[in-house]
């Protein structure tokens, strides 16, 4: 019964609720309609009192002296048009749902000019010596003369016009938003051709006579009527825009059609100054420059990196077509912010491949966290899939507005690795990670970073972003200079690198998959590295250098030849990049087994040209441990499901209002304010192309080797080193033995407490206790089984 009182309540309350919103409505409406109503009256009243009314015989009865009375105590029977047209447009915005700020104030600008307008009525019936009462008030009003009055007496007719023509120019500027340089562009452009023609013609003739090149480059100078432009076609797009578009760089300043002035001033480069309060900047998009990435050839290793050709060229999306949508955006943008009590104006565009970034100027007084509550709200007013806001873009005193654009364009890895920004990074690890939301290409350094996490939900781009950092490295290094080696639980995303375990990939023995799938083996795999870590370390020392590119530059320069120590030769090391999809799955099954050694390579391995990639799907806090964050600070989320999720990969909320696709947020090395980029798009088709090219190259080169860890399984009996003799166990080999057997439990932080000693050394115990079988393997979060009893 309580439960069904609850829902009739609920019913009610939604039915009150509709009521009242019912009744609000049909408010403001009836107050529209009212204030219309007088609009037209009015209207009809004055025209009735004008000569054109006594023409056609129009009758508004006793109310015409009414309406005498009140455009005489205003504006005058000029302008007294005024009153009737500021009922209508109150009509108007109260039944648009303007704020009453608005409303006020388009009023009071509304008044203020018409009472400029009939103080020049005044003054010109001043200047006819009609200055009776009536001629007054009747001509100038009220307020016309109140405003008159002084400035003829104490200034004259002809500086009172200048002075109130001015002000009514001035505010005229400010409330329309237009600019009289343009215009006056605009209206000099028929005598601006045929100048430019003659000067053109004039030049030349001169050169000819002093026998210089005729080869003239004019360029547009804003701060002369005689302007040399570029080209008549910039002329003729004045003229149809009805704007000017300046080109400085890659900037426009285009004309904004908006209500909200702005307060900012810019200088010009020729120190004159422009009032800006009308312009938005729109950055166009940065067009990289383009060149031919060129295939390095290895001679010494008869190795041909593959060519760009293998790759899809970039579909081109003129950026024109968006143009007027941005403006569009931009006014329905202030609009809607105005709407929810924001007042805030535009003040940049900038257009990326595939959202556009709004940059608002807030106006004194409004909170930042006014506008970060706003999100859902203009997503659904702007029709959006999602808005993301920045409050405040780092280093400005703007908010970022990210609004997805209607025609996206793809950003393909060909045109960013033929950019000439990444053919001249000089970095053998370098990544083509995407475009900025101003289409700059984006180029990480892995030994800077020096480990990257990565996560996001199912279909965001996240294995293909895989999959560009391994086309990014193969396409610039040798498989001398990089290995890598490859952990896929799925047995899908990776296993299209499995072809190149003569090349590219580490061969890593006891272990005889290419791509590793099963997760005993990715764990022997992570631990191999280990111990291939602490064997490159001790060839530093004994080469007195601090880091593998180091040593590999002193090796090149022959100041390194043969290790003191032992006697054998240096070689060069190559790096090596471990990636490791789906490293959820991995924490799921091993848990803390898999997160140590991760967890060694991420404080340890940079040095060493050791360098992780993790990925996961499922960013949760079992996942994405505190340890694993504090050692892999640049971290890239994708698409997440939940503000959650993304505070557990960035330590802050935006990912779950990307796009998917590719649309990323990615925090830099040595930055904590996130980038927002657009991932670049690798094909299947290209991945296979490109291992195909490089499979099909045969190599002969000195290979790294790293052992395997063996499986419990493996175990022999006759071979002391994994057996571990009474010389190789731990003193307190014996004691943890009795103890493992007493209470049929073992585990390495029992160890720890029992004898108080570290995590690293009670971990080695339980190695020796299961290679002599005391113990069982580790099965994932389970403990170890007691293979002993007393």
Request: charged fraction near 25%; include cysteine; proline fraction near 4%.
């Amino acid at each position: 019964m309580a439960k069904k009182s609850e829902k009739v309540s609920i019913k009610k309350s939604k039915v009150i609720k509709k009521k009242d919103k019912v009744e609000s409505s049909n408010k403001r409406e009836i107050v529209s309609i009212t204030f219309l109503v007088l609009g037209v009256l009015l209207t009809y009243g004055m025209i009735s009192t004008s000569e054109v009314g006594t023409a056609f015989n129009l009758n508004f009865g006793k109310a015409s002296q009414l309406i005498k009375i009140v455009y005489s105590f205003t504006f005058g029977k000029y302008f007294g048009y005024i009153i009737p047209a500021i009922f209508i447009l109150l009509s108007w915005m109260i039944f648009r749902k303007r704020t009453l700020f608005i409303i006020v104030k388009t009023i009071f600008v509304i008044m203020f000019l018409g009472s400029l307008l009939s103080t020049l009525s005044y003054i010109y019936r001043y200047s006819l010596d009609d200055f009776s009462d009536q001629a007054v008030w009747e001509y100038a009003g009220f307020l016309g003369s109140f405003m008159g009055k002084p400035l003829t007496n104490y200034i004259g007719v002809f500086p009172s016009v200048i002075i109130v023509v001015a002000v009514i120019l001035i505010s005229s500027m400010l409330l329309f938003k237009f600019s009289f340089y343009r215009i006056s562009i605009i209206l000099l452009t028929p005598i601006i051709v045929p100048v430019n023609i003659i000067m053109r013609l004039f030049r030349k003739i001169l050169s000819l006579k002093e026998g210089k090149d005729s080869n003239f480059d004019y360029t547009f100078n804003k701060n002369s009527y005689l302007i040399e432009s570029e080209s008549e076609d910039e002329i003729k797009s004045l003229k149809e825009e009805d704007l000017e578009i300046e080109k400085d760089n890659d900037t426009l300043f285009i004309e904004k059609d908006l209500e909200k002035p702005l307060d900012d001033i810019k200088k010009t480069d020729d120190n004159s100054m422009e009032d800006c309060s009308s312009d938005i900047t729109i950055n166009k998009k940065v067009e990289e420059k383009e060149e031919f990435l060129k295939n390095m050839k290895d001679s010494a290793l008869n190795y041909v990196t593959p060519p760009v050709a293998l790759l899809k060229d970039q579909p081109k999306i003129s950026n024109s077509e968006n143009e007027s949508q941005f403006r569009e955006n931009a006014k329905l943008l202030e609009e809607k912010l105005q709407e929810f009590s924001v007042d805030a104006s535009v003040v940049q565009i900038n257009p990326g491949p595939v959202i556009t970034q709004y940059e608002i100027k807030l106006a004194k007084g409004v909170k930042i966290s006014k506008v970060n509550s706003l999100e859902k709200d203009l997503a659904m007013n702007l029709r959006a899939k999602s808005v993301r806001i920045v409050a405040p873009i780092p280093g400005k005193d703007t908010v970022g507005i990210e609004i997805p654009n209607k025609k996206p364009s793809i950003v393909s890895i060909k045109s960013i690795i033929n950019s000439e920004k990444y053919i001249n990074h000089k970095s053998k690890l370098k990544i083509s990670l995407g475009k900025t939301i101003t289409g700059e290409n984006y180029i990480l350094d892995l030994k800077k970073t020096p480990h990257l996490l990565i996560a996001g939900a199912t279909g965001s781009g996240k294995s293909v972003c895989i999959n560009g950092i391994i086309m990014s490295i193969l396409y610039t290094t040798t498989p001398e200079e990089v290995q890598f080696c490859m952990i896929d639980p799925k047995k899908v995303e990776l296993s299209l690198y499995s072809e190149l375990i003569n090349h590219h990939l580490l061969k890593i023995d006891g272990i005889d998959e290419a791509v590793v799938t099963k997760p005993e083996d990715a764990l022997r795999l992570l631990e191999s590295l280990v111990d291939e870590m602490e064997r490159r370390y001790e060839i530093l020392k004994d080469s007195g250098t601090r880091n593998l590119e180091e040593y590999n530059d002193c090796i090149d320069s022959g100041d390194l030849t043969y290790n003191p120590s032992n006697g054998d030769k240096f070689e060069k090391i190559p790096y090596i990049v471990c990636i490791v999809d789906e490293y959820g799955d991995l924490m799921m099954t091993s848990g803390k087994a898999v997160e140590d050694p991760i967890c060694r390579l991420a404080q340890m391995a940079r040095a060493v040209g050791i360098h992780m990639v993790l990925a996961t799907q499922r960013p949760s806090v079992k996942v994405v441990t505190g340890i694993i964050k504090a050692n892999f600070p640049t971290r890239i989320a994708f698409r997440v499901m939940s503000q959650i999720d993304s505070r557990t990969i960035l330590d802050q909320k935006g990912a779950e209002s990307l796009l998917g696709k590719g649309d990323m947020l990615i925090i830099p090395p040595g930055d904590a304010d996130t980038i927002r980029l657009q991932n670049a798009l690798v094909e299947t088709k290209e991945v296979n192309e490109v291992v195909k090219f490089i499979k099909n190259q045969k190599l002969n080169f000195n290979r790294i080797k790293i052992k395997a860890k063996p499986k419990a399984e493996e175990f022999d009996p006759n071979d002391l080193s994994m057996r571990g003799d009474s010389s190789n166990l731990d003193e307190y080999y014996e004691e943890a033995k009795n103890l493992v057997i007493t209470h049929q439990m073992a585990s390495v932080s029992m160890l720890q407490r029992a004898l108080s000693i570290g995590y690293a050394r009670a971990g080695k115990i339980i190695d020796q206790l299961e290679r002599n079988g005391v113990v069982g393997p580790h099965v994932g979060s389970k403990s170890r089984e007691v293979l002993k009893s007393e």
